[in-house]
């Protein structure tokens, strides 16, 4: 968790308050759990002096009737009495079991690690000695602890991933208005750089450099039309998912290097998506560019059109120096690159213009020493 310098104190604070607070409750619940046990100690030792009493009375002496409430009242805790001439009376143990003997000795076993045997003497002769272990109740309260713990983890859990979807949510308002912001200020240069092409119009140029100055300006004007649809919900038109990744192609290839190798395929003429034109070309052009990074500028790019049932595939593949397994998942998520300049934006614009606002997929297919393939899914239309 990151603290910024003005919550880092309070945070602080918080979470050692949290750690207090937790520390009481496990404190309080052993503390209970330990007087619960006295108590079912005491309990045991009552049940041991009235058994000892009940033994050495005669036969025709009224012990009245507190001998046989205590003995009555016994319902929860299981107990196996040895008395003195090696006979067994067990309590509160199922009646098919009591007869068991191997289950009867694993009881005892249980129960001396539990809790300590009680000896019942009297006058100094030894009656019967006196196993129990613990009550329902107190086997249930002895984990309680631990669900509690658990619980207070998952709170916590709750807490952290509410704290970072709520800061990745304010982010992305940030970016998003820094997007819309940009695209505003570039649109008031954009007006004057028209006009001026206007007048170079009227006088005496090459005709050549006004038009060639109108394609930049139209490039201009599809960025700040990208810049400006951040954030917002784009419209999707019925188009041609060839012909629309065919002219971003050739906008691309002409504009690069004579370094780089371009290549187009398509196992179709024409499948119809829908699509934002531009943001969809905005996608082919981070990944082409993304592509010619890792080949430092030399090397081939490929892009291969395969229809797959109700879907379509883009590959995008270039010879760069290939993306770690380990990064696959990650390369999508904002702030992470892999170039020793980049803010680590590109990928997670593309993943969120196709999954976000097309419904489609991207991923990494295959990359290693020979190169990266990239693959755009999207829904065909019909």
């Known amino acids: 968790m990151n603290f910024s310098p003005k919550n880092k104190t309070s945070n602080i604070f918080l979470v050692i308050g949290s750690f207090i607070v937790v520390s009481l409750i496990l404190w309080n619940t052993n503390s209970f759990f330990k007087t619960f046990k006295e108590e079912e100690r005491l309990k045991m ?18 012990l009245g009737s507190l001998h046989l409430k205590v003995f009555q009242n016994n319902t929860s805790t299981p107990m196996i009495l040895i008395n003195k001439d090696s006979s067994i009376r067990v309590n509160n143990i199922p009646p098919e079991l009591a007869s068991d003997s191997l289950y009867i000795s694993k009881k005892l076993r249980q129960f001396q690690d539990e809790n300590i045997p009680i000896s019942i003497d009297q006058q100094g002769e030894h009656l019967a000695t006196l196993y129990y272990g613990n009550s329902e109740v107190l086997n249930k309260l002895k984990f309680y602890p ?9 709170f916590g859990a709750v807490i952290y991933f509410l704290f970072k979807t709520n800061k990745a949510s304010e982010q992305n308002k940030l970016w998003a208005g820094m997007a819309k912001e940009t695209a505003h200020q ?5 007006s004057s750089l028209l ?21 930049d300006i139209a490039r201009l004007q599809t960025i700040t039309e990208r810049f400006s649809k ?7 038109d019925k188009c041609d998912i060839v012909k629309e990744t065919k002219n971003a192609y050739d906008y691309l290839k002409r504009r690069s290097s004579k370094l780089i190798h ?12 829908l699509l934002n034109k531009s943001l969809y070309n905005w996608t082919i052009e981070n990944l082409v560019k993304n592509g010619i990074d890792a080949m430092k500028g030399k090397g081939s790019i490929a892009i291969e059109i395969v229809p797959n049932g109700k879907f379509v595939n883009i590959l995008i593949a270039d010879t760069g120096h290939g993306i770690s397994k380990s990064n696959f998942n990650t390369i ?11 803010w680590g934006l590109g990928l997670s614009l593309v993943k969120r ?8 997929k991207i991923k990494v297919l295959s990359s290693g020493k020979e190169g990266t393939i990239m693959q755009i899914t999207l829904k065909v239309h019909q």
Do not use: C, M
């Open 230 to 236: 951040i954030g917002s919900l784009p419209t999707l």
């Open 353 to 360: 213009i196709v999954e976000e606002y097309h419904n489609g």
């Open 262 to 273: 371009f290549s187009f395929k398509s196992d179709v003429e024409s499948t119809p998506v």
């Open 332 to 342: 999508f998520n904002p702030g992470v690159t892999t170039k020793k300049r980049g």
């Open 195 to 215: 006009g001026w092409n206007e007048i170079l119009k009227t006088e005496n140029i090459n005709p050549d450099i006004t038009k060639e100055i109108e394609k």
């Open 45 to 62: 030792e009552i049940w041991a002096t009235a058994q000892s009493e009940f033994l050495q009375s005669a036969e025709n002496v009224d």
């Open 186 to 190: 570039i649109g008031t240069p954009l």
């Open 146 to 154: 631990i669900a509690l713990l658990l619980i207070i983890l998952l």
